[in-house]
T-cell receptor, first 114, second 115 residues
């Protein structure tokens, strides 16, 4: 089954403790992206990747890192999480990230930073 | 500055009636518009899209209308079903440099279809 898999689904952590949210897709998509969803703010892009070893900042990249060492994986790294990073996170992918392509989303990771 | 606006946070309709979800945008460089549907505890899923060179696109019960001069698009669901109850996101795409494209989402509208 074609899918985008995120782990974990739920995560509670404390300020400053490094964490990684994993994302994997099995569709051989070139484009991958991370979004966060906050009440009243909709979906905002954090980082995206057009292909292996090619990443770029989205609208809200501060406090996040990503890497794209292989095509299927695009982990989101929070080196020193803070409470304002408490949010619902979605990973998404598409064939090439072009104009009309639809995104395939993972099921989300609910992160709480205490 | 919010470039994609969904001014109605919520909408409630009766089963069998029409649901109309609205979206306004300010950036004239947007070339493509997409609607995504999101159920609780799931990721958004693609619903329907429209190119800026068209004014209507239809897929079953779902129709998207684009009024480019007014920078306005709407999603019509006819007839509405309880299973359509979800958050609907409007999104707009533009070329952001080279071969990169940027997708901007609205805040979403929660649709509730009452039996």
């Amino acid at each position: 089954e074609a899918q985008v898999t995120q782990n974990p689904r739920y995560l509670i952590t404390v300020t400053g403790k490094k964490l990684t949210v994993t994302c994997s897709q099995n569709m051989n998509h070139e484009y991958m992206s991370w979004y966060r969803q906050d009440p009243g703010l909709g979906l905002r892009q954090i980082y995206y990747s057009m292909n292996v070893e090619v990443t770029d900042k989205g609208d809200v990249p501060e406090g996040y890192k990503v890497s794209r060492k292989e095509k299927r994986n695009f982990p989101l790294i929070l080196e020193s999480p803070s409470p304002n990073q408490t949010s619902l996170y979605f990973c998404a992918s598409s064939w090439s990230g072009t104009l009309a392509e639809k995104l395939f989303f993972g099921s989300g990771t609910q992160l709480s930073v205490l | 500055d919010q470039q994609v606006k969904q001014n109605s946070p919520s909408l409630s309709v009766q089963e069998g009636r029409i649901s109309i979800l609205n979206c306004d945008y300010t950036n004239s460089m947007f070339d493509y518009f997409l609607w995504y549907k999101k159920y609780p505890a799931e990721g958004p899923t693609f619903l329907i899209s429209i190119s800026s060179i068209k004014d209507k696109n239809e897929d079953g019960r779902f129709t998207v209308f684009l009024n480019k001069s007014a920078k306005h698009l709407s999603l019509h669901i006819v007839p509405s079903q309880p299973g359509d109850s979800a958050v609907y996101f409007c999104a707009a795409s533009e070329r952001s440099g080279g071969s990169n494209y940027k997708l901007t989402f609205g805040k979403g509208t929660l649709l509730t279809v009452n039996p």
